[in-house]
């Protein structure tokens, strides 16, 4: 699973692309009401917050890699 650290415009479309050809990948992002178009297509939206250390472990876990 790849793990996108951003869901703003540039996040989003890194993680739409791979959404869409099924390759797992998961976002992090405050709000998962905003993001919640990304989960039809295919990610997965992961409610979490980057300023707190134990909800990034938790967004980690599966990923293979990662892009902030």
Known sequence: ????????????????LPGKQ????RVIV?????????ATEGVDVFKGDLEIRA?????MEASRAWCS
Do not use: W
């Open 1 to 16: 699973m790849i793990l996108v650290t951003t869901a703003g415009k540039v996040g989003t479309e890194a993680s739409r």
């Open 22 to 25: 099924g390759v797992p990948v």
């Open 30 to 38: 405050r709000n998962a009401d905003k993001a919640a178009a990304l």
């Open 55 to 59: 909800s990034i472990d938790a967004a």
